[in-house]
């Protein structure tokens, strides 16, 4: 399988490195193992004696320790081989892998009785990865396996993947990008720049042994090393998307979009489904419309000046396409793709949809490359066809995936696709298109563990259809929760079905939904700065954006109870809510759990203490307009100031959010948008072609703590010459600040350039500083002290009780007593739950359960 110039594929395979350190490689006839790291190890069987040393669609580097550099030993003890490393211990039999003859002990692992691996066993504490698609899944689905376990080990199974190989030679590839083909001048280079696609030459049993305890970042880590990291993403792709399956017209696409813009709802990629192309007017001997290449003139009448309109208003573009059906006598780019792959036209015989044909994948491109000259930013691959190709064990989505990936990012263009996952390794070709749901609570239930989990196999950029695509039912609530999830998702793109009901516009649904969905998106937008530098982390480090809680706390039982909550990078803790709200209190209700340590509500600056080792186990109450977001104590978080600004420049206005409680810092990562700038020839996330923006946040426990915004460093040409801050810090009291910029007190107030303001509700304390050098240090002081806001609990327990749905008597006495007692009015409060209605001799709950959990949210926070 091959296909035309690609600008060599290894371009985005950063770190290609197949072959294993020979000084941490054992073999025998039939066997061979290598050791990759102390807890991730290869373990090869061949009947023939041959093994593989061309990377896989899977693993693509197997020497990313220093050659020398991991730590073993190996021997013979009771005629068996065994090999030791700091975190393992393995012992193996020589013979053909066997339950009794091959098995690791993972060290470090104490609480578990099933820390030994033996060939073969089930991975019962694995905790799993994804999945392909949630097409038509209406709740829970099976998740493929992950390389975490709480076992501590996982087994990824290589050996029935495809390779990559030359195809001069059949031999490994090079770790370089240059072209291996010898094409001359004026040819073209061989395919992938000199690569191709092949089953393996012999059969195998590939193994990879990842013994990494309770190491699960470790282990995640080292797995994109094998397999690849994930690629940095333009920054427009972290705005809020519009997609629906649904027949627009030209002019009703912009009109929506003004609408959109007029209503004060920020977008940044538009997503054109099916109907883009001829469906419905297809001979029927040609088949069905699902697949297609040729605009509907009908609706699109001048395809390029639509998509010149959607990007003067600020908007990337996708299209979807079902490749299965390949390229049809209909189609206007039949003639040009018959004439490449050498078939009939005047038969009009069709030109397969054949991955594994060289010809065929050039026409295909090649068409593609001319639809796209009107204005095609990136494609959406709507593979649903199975996981066959007339090539043995290759997955044409893998292939998909991997071609339009490389072929996406030539030309300087920023590489990008919008597909399903293929399998372990897919993070190389992001963003991940998780499939048609049904429109219900348990498929909202579902999406936040299935989200996190993904990263337990590296897979850090779903795109979910958020809102619902089809069946299911009208509920205005879960419509704004399934919002809410979606501003703090990896990707959020709302999403619906053609149906006339389903429109997932806000001014489709009723007060308080449409509000609350207004805010959540401009929230999204606003987030952008948070966001790409959270994107920067997961291409340099390999931390995904969205992970389990577990992860930070690997032997606290209380971490793996809340498969709903996640951490949405370094600063935030989510618990959406997931199920609807309790009628009595009006208030829907998350289960979650807080790590040790102060927390602040991300919106409105309350505190929440846990002083327990094991964190704190509680309810979150919240009304329609938000869902609990917790930062942590030290916590600071950029936005950009204007949420409505679509666009992708780098913004000249900027608001951090700095939470008090602890020490804190965050370098904001910004870069220039250009491809070749920000990752250059080995398409690598270079630091050195961002601006970071280093913020540090000294608490000193309150008595005299101080804000710092360093002077951008780094390549500052990429960041505005001045700028305009708002710092808020949140969940204080008012106090006097002074401000230093640039080693000089700032004059504001007589300038005109300053603006302080406090707002009680959020206990926020803001200092906004107009036209500020981004050369320039910034200090922001409290000399006297910055004391933390008095929990403003009684007024909290009023709005709980008024919103109540409840007798007018029992919320009296119950607020009674809290002015009279405070935290200690809970015992009274339950008390209330047992009063007797009135005059007949039985009990009814007064306190309605759900109310009463609402207020013990309140006075127990802090």
């Not at 061949?46 to 073993?72: K, M």
């Not at 490994?172 to 040819?187: C, Q, R, Y």
């Not at 007024?795 to 749905?805: H, I, M, P, T």
Request: hydrophobic share 40%; net charge negative; glycine share 10%.
């Amino acid at each position: 399988m091959s296909s035309q110039d690609f600008q060599g594929f290894d371009r985005f395979l950063r770190g290609l490195n197949p072959g294993m350190d020979p000084a941490a490689t054992l073999r025998g006839e039939h066997w061979r193992i290598g050791i990759i790291t102390e807890s991730l190890i290869r373990l090869e069987w061949s009947d023939s004696g041959e093994f593989e040393d061309h990377a896989t669609l899977t693993a693509v580097d197997r020497s990313f320790a220093p050659a020398g550099s991991v730590s073993f030993s190996s021997g013979e003890r009771d005629g068996m081989l065994v090999v030791e490393t700091p975190a393992l211990r393995l012992t193996y039999d020589r013979r053909p892998f066997s339950k009794e003859g091959l098995s690791i002990v993972v060290k470090g692992v104490p609480d578990s009785q099933f820390n030994t691996w033996h060939y073969g066993d089930d991975p019962r504490g694995n905790l799993r990865g994804t999945a392909r698609t949630l097409d038509e899944a209406n709740g829970a689905i099976d998740l493929g396996l992950g390389v975490v376990s709480r076992d501590g080990w996982a087994v990824l199974d290589d050996s029935a993947t495809n390779v990559f190989v030359t195809e001069q030679t059949g031999g490994v590839e090079p770790s370089g990008g240059a072209n291996p083909s010898g094409a001359a001048d004026g040819e073209r280079p061989a395919p992938y720049g000199g690569f191709g696609i092949a089953p393996r030459a012999h059969a195998e049993t590939d193994l990879y042994f990842f013994g990494y305890g309770r190491r699960y970042r470790e282990a995640v880590h080292d797995f994109q090393r094998l397999s690849g990291p994930a690629p940095l993403l333009p920054r427009f792709a972290l705005g809020n998307w519009w997609s629906r399956y649904y027949r627009y017209s030209q002019d009703e696409y912009l009109d929506l979009m003004d609408r959109f813009k007029a209503e004060g709802i920020p977008f940044t990629t538009s997503v054109i489904d099916m109907d883009w192309h001829l469906v419905d007017d297809v001979d029927p001997r040609f088949g069905s419309g699902w697949t297609g290449y040729t605009w509907n003139r009908k609706l699109f009448p001048d395809p390029k000046a639509f998509l010149g309109a959607l990007h003067e208003r600020g908007l990337k573009t996708t299209l979807n396409v079902h490749p299965r059906d390949g390229i049809r006598a209909f189609e206007e780019p039949y003639a040009k793709a018959a004439a490449t792959v050498g078939v009939d036209a005047e038969a009009q015989e069709p030109v397969e949809f054949d991955l594994t044909n060289p010809r065929f994948v050039q026409a295909y491109f090649d068409m593609h490359h001319d639809l796209e000259a009107d204005g095609i930013d990136f494609w959406w691959l709507d593979w649903q066809q199975g996981g066959v190709t007339r090539q043995p064990g290759l997955d044409p989505l893998w292939v998909l995936n991997h071609l339009h990936y490389c072929d996406s990012g030539r030309e300087g263009r920023w590489p990008l696709t919008f597909s399903r996952f293929a399998g372990p390794g897919s993070q190389r070709y992001p963003v991940g298109f998780s499939g048609d749901t049904v429109i219900t609570w348990e498929s909202l239930r579902f999406q936040p563990y299935f989200t996190a989990t993904a990263s337990n196999i590296g897979y850090g950029w779903w795109s979910h259809d958020i809102g619902g695509h089809m069946f299911g039912y009208r509920d205005e609530e879960l419509e704004a929760r399934w919002y809410q999830l979606g501003a703090f998702s990896p990707i959020n793109r709302l999403h619906s079905s053609c149906s006339p009901f389903s429109g997932k516009e806000p001014w489709n649904f009723h007060e308080p939904v449409r509000s609350a969905m207004v805010d959540v998106l401009r929230l999204r937008q606003a987030l952008t700065p948070y966001l790409h530098t959270m994107n920067w982390r997961a291409a340099l480090d390999g931390d995904p954006i969205v992970e389990p809680m577990y992860w930070d706390e690997p032997n606290n039982n209380e971490a793996y109870q809340v498969p709903d909550e996640f951490r949405f990078g370094t600063e935030l803790l989510v618990a959406p809510i997931v199920d609807p709200a309790d009628k009595a209190s009006m208030r829907g209700k998350a289960d979650m759990w807080l790590p040790q340590g102060e927390w602040f509500d991300f919106f409105d600056g309350r505190r929440y203490r846990a002083d327990d080792p094991a964190g704190r186990r509680m309810q979150a109450w919240r009304t329609i307009d938000r869902i609990p977001v917790f930062a942590k104590a030290g916590g600071i978080v950029p936005m950009q100031s204007d949420p409505l600004d679509n666009s992708s420049e780098n913004p000249a206005a900027l608001d951090v959010l700095v939470f008090p409680g602890a020490d804190g810092a965050f370098t904001m990562r910004e870069d220039s948008g250009v491809f070749a700038e920000v990752c250059g020839e080995t398409a690598g996330a270079r630091p050195q072609a961002c601006a970071e923006t280093a913020m540090s946040w000294r608490w000193d426990e309150g008595r005299a703590p101080q804000f710092v915004i360093e002077a951008a460093s780094g390549n500052t040409a990429v960041v505005p010459e001045r700028r305009d801050w708002t710092v808020v810090f949140r969940g204080v009291a008012r106090t006097a600040m002074q401000v230093i910029v640039g080693g000089e007190p700032w004059d504001g107030d007589l300038l005109g350039t300053t603006v302080v303001d406090y707002d009680a509700a959020t206990m926020s304390l803001s200092v906004r500083l107009i036209d500020v050098p981004t050369t320039a240090r910034v200090q922001i002081l409290f000399p006297t002290g910055l004391p933390l806001a008095e929990s403003p609990a009684v007024e909290d327990c009023e709005r709980v009780l008024f919103d109540a749905q409840m007798l007018y008597s029992t919320k009296e006495a119950a607020m009674s007593l809290i002015r009279r007692y405070g935290v200690g009015a809970i015992a009274g409060l339950r008390a209330l739950e047992r009063e007797p209605a009135g005059e007949k001799d039985f009990f009814v709950s007064h306190m309605p359960q759900s109310v009463m959990a609402a207020l013990e949210e309140v006075l127990l926070r802090s």
